[in-house]
Nanobody, 123 residues
Framework: QVTVAESGGGLAQPGGSLRLSCAPSGTFFGVYLMGWHRQAPGKQRELVAQITSGGDTKIADAVKGRFTISRDNAKNTIYLQMDNLKPEDTAVYYC?????????????????WGQGTQVTVSS
């Protein structure tokens, strides 16, 4: 099995910053995509940012210019640097990891989710 460890959530003031970290553990061939999703009360879970093993990124319009996603392939760890936080960023943030158990490009991907980390932005 693969487990996904998340850290870095907490309370921040508007305009403040937090950095989230996510790393999988277990036995697998490689990590090919990792991303952060968030879900606020009463709302659907939405993609915040994701990054592939090749460095391609996708960032939601709502956080462009404020959030940055990066990846350390040696550690299979991603980071979400959140700057200029707004109250509307308050949500549970979930890390999703896509792994392969074989090295072939056509091998299937398997998705694993973290338990979520709470981010609260309030004065």
């Amino acid at each position: 099995q693969v487990t996904v460890a998340e850290s870095g959530g907490g309370l921040a003031q508007p305009g403040g910053s937090l950095r989230l970290s996510c790393a999988p553990s277990g036995t697998f061939f490689g990590v090919y995509l990792m991303g952060w999703h968030r879900q606020a009360p009463g709302k659907q879970r939405e993609l915040v940012a994701q990054i592939t093993s090749g460095g391609d990124t996708k960032i939601a319009d709502a956080v462009k210019g404020r959030f940055t996603i990066s990846r350390d392939n040696a550690k299979n760890t991603i980071y979400l640097q959140m700057d200029n936080l707004k109250p509307e960023d308050t949500a549970v943030y979930y890390c999703k990891v896509e792994v392969k158990y074989e090295g072939a490009w056509y091998a299937p991907d398997y998705d694993y989710w973290g338990q979520g980390t709470q981010v609260t932005v309030s004065s």
